[in-house]
């Protein structure tokens, strides 16, 4: 390894631990944003921007309908209630970098970025793994407690302070385990290499079904379910067993855990905030903080009140419109489809986006937003969809190709 490829193993080694695992580090979003700024997006966005230059019109022609989306969401925040454009040019200038960067670096350090991909994930397993041990070990909280509770906050020491909630926990690691078996299927194969997915798995697997989130669960069941049905290999229906194994044991120890919140007012929510989409269907009413409280009668007869509808289709519609959502969906649905007739490893990050998009459905917040929890849910997925589309033909999975 060279000098500079080892400058930028140890530079994405970096991004990726923060990537999945900054936050349950940082106790504040904002800084863990303005140390990726530092860390990350400016010298990524300088690297893909010298990549890019010598075909810069190809690189247009490739992400035509992200761009496109890009622009109108910026866009809209102007025609908002409240607008925010700085947070939406944050949001434009990340979501752009993530995806030209990927593009550039399959290109020109494939294994470098899958090494340090499926190191960031392991960190981040690791880091989760605290968290689950503090929780229940030094806060002392009994194991039919949801892991992280209702909001609160535990300062174990000088570095350890558990303040993530469930919601931000679950979307922030449902879809790690599939990146890491992704990661590992494009490095050379040693002992280590393929332990290391199955051990980031289990340590995940332990913490989100801490996270007692129903919604992850079935998420989980969608993109292992996707593996086998795409590849038609039968050794992929071993994660589906497990799934099955882990649901039914859940029903038979705790039961409660999946059957004592009912819908939790899903469908009146979304009931309610198709009213509001209604008012402005086809351009949105444009992206703004946040959207008017949605106002129900739950389930036992008392009103409740919520911010969001719990559904990341439903806020695209709300702030973006039919427009935004037809927009959103061409930015990868073009890339899934390519990756149904080529390349057997491309059915991972499929099974990734199955997964992320299948949380979203229950519990999305904000469509358009610098990098956030939801991002392994969302854009990280499509964007190493997108990127490993345009991989070089003919590129031997494992080389790489100098700049």
Same mark, same amino acid.
């Given at each position: 390894?060279?000098? $500079? %490829?080892?400058?930028?193993?140890?530079?994405? @080694?970096?991004?990726?631990?923060?990537?999945?695992?900054?936050? &349950?580090?940082?106790?504040?979003?904002? *800084?863990?944003?303005?140390?990726?700024?530092?860390?990350?997006? /400016?010298? /990524?966005?300088?690297?893909?921007?010298?990549?890019?230059?010598?075909?810069?019109?190809?690189?247009?022609? *490739?992400?035509?309908?992200?761009?496109?989306?890009?622009?109108?969401?910026?866009?809209? @925040?102007?025609?908002?209630?409240?607008?925010?454009?700085?947070?939406?040019?944050?949001?434009?200038?990340?979501?752009?970098?993530?995806?030209?960067?990927?593009?550039?670096?399959? $290109?020109?350090? %494939?294994?470098?970025?899958?090494?340090?991909? &499926?190191?960031?994930?392991?960190?981040?397993?690791?880091?989760?793994?605290?968290?689950?041990?503090? +929780?229940?070990?030094?806060?002392?909280?009994?194991?039919?407690?949801?892991?992280?509770?209702? +909001? %609160?906050?535990?300062?174990?020491?000088?570095?350890?302070?558990?303040?993530?909630?469930?919601?931000?926990?679950?979307?922030?690691?449902?879809?790690?385990?599939?990146?890491?078996?992704? /990661?590992?299927?494009?490095?050379?194969?040693?002992?280590?290499?393929?332990? /290391?997915?199955?051990?980031?798995?289990?340590?995940?697997?332990?913490?989100?079904?801490?996270?007692?989130?129903?919604?992850?669960?079935?998420?989980?069941?969608?993109?292992? &379910?996707?593996?086998?049905?795409?590849?038609?290999?039968?050794?992929?229906?071993?994660?589906?067993?497990?799934?099955?194994?882990?649901?039914?044991?859940?029903?038979?120890?705790?039961? %409660?855990?999946?059957?004592?919140?009912?819908?939790?007012?899903?469908?009146?929510?979304? @009931?309610? @905030?198709?009213?509001?989409?209604?008012? $402005?269907?086809? &351009?949105?009413?444009?992206? =703004?903080?946040?959207?008017?409280?949605?106002?129900?009668?739950?389930?036992?007869?008392?009103?409740?009140?919520?911010?969001?509808?719990?559904?990341?289709?439903?806020?695209?519609?709300?702030?973006?419109?039919?427009?935004?959502?037809?927009?959103?969906?061409?930015?990868?649905?073009?890339?899934?489809?390519?990756?149904?007739?080529?390349?057997?490893?491309?059915?991972?990050?499929?099974? =990734?986006?199955?997964?992320?998009?299948?949380?979203?459905?229950?519990?999305?917040?904000?469509?358009?937003?610098?990098?956030? +929890?939801?991002?392994?849910?969302?854009?990280?997925?499509?964007?190493?969809?997108?990127?490993?589309?345009?991989?070089?033909?003919?590129?031997?999975?494992?080389?790489?190709?100098?700049?």
């Amino acid at each position: 390894m060279s000098r $500079r %490829e080892k400058i930028i193993f140890t530079w994405l @080694t970096v991004t990726f631990c923060l990537f999945f695992a900054g936050l &349950l580090i940082f106790d504040r979003r904002p *800084r863990l944003l303005n140390v990726l700024d530092i860390v990350f997006f /400016a010298p /990524a966005f300088i690297y893909a921007v010298r990549f890019h230059s010598r075909d810069f019109s190809g690189f247009l022609k *490739r992400n035509f309908w992200l761009i496109l989306f890009l622009f109108f969401a910026s866009c809209s @925040t102007f025609f908002a209630s409240e607008p925010n454009p700085s947070r939406f040019f944050r949001a434009f200038f990340h979501i752009l970098t993530l995806f030209a960067f990927v593009q550039a670096i399959l $290109r020109t350090h %494939e294994t470098i970025f899958w090494r340090s991909l &499926l190191i960031g994930i392991l960190f981040g397993a690791l880091v989760a793994m605290i968290d689950f041990y503090c +929780y229940y070990f030094v806060v002392d909280r009994p194991f039919t407690d949801q892991l992280y509770g209702k +909001y %609160e906050t535990f300062h174990i020491n000088k570095l350890i302070t558990l303040s993530t909630n469930q919601l931000h926990a679950s979307m922030y690691f449902v879809t790690l385990p599939f990146f890491a078996f992704f /990661a590992a299927s494009r490095l050379p194969q040693s002992v280590t290499v393929r332990l /290391a997915p199955y051990a980031a798995s289990v340590m995940i697997a332990i913490y989100l079904i801490a996270n007692q989130r129903r919604s992850t669960l079935v998420a989980l069941f969608v993109g292992s &379910l996707v593996l086998p049905v795409l590849t038609l290999r039968k050794k992929l229906v071993v994660p589906v067993l497990a799934m099955i194994v882990v649901i039914v044991a859940i029903l038979l120890v705790n039961p %409660e855990m999946i059957t004592d919140r009912g819908s939790s007012s899903r469908f009146a929510i979304w @009931t309610e @905030t198709w009213h509001s989409i209604a008012e $402005r269907p086809v &351009l949105g009413h444009g992206m =703004a903080g946040e959207m008017p409280d949605i106002h129900i009668v739950s389930s036992d007869g008392k009103p409740a009140v919520f911010s969001h509808p719990h559904n990341y289709y439903l806020s695209l519609l709300y702030y973006l419109g039919v427009a935004g959502l037809v927009l959103w969906t061409l930015i990868w649905f073009p890339s899934a489809l390519h990756s149904l007739s080529h390349r057997d490893t491309a059915h991972w990050p499929l099974a =990734a986006l199955a997964t992320g998009l299948t949380a979203v459905f229950f519990d999305g917040v904000h469509p358009f937003t610098p990098f956030m +929890y939801n991002w392994p849910s969302v854009w990280i997925p499509m964007a190493l969809l997108v990127g490993f589309r345009y991989i070089k033909p003919g590129l031997p999975p494992h080389a790489t190709e100098n700049t």
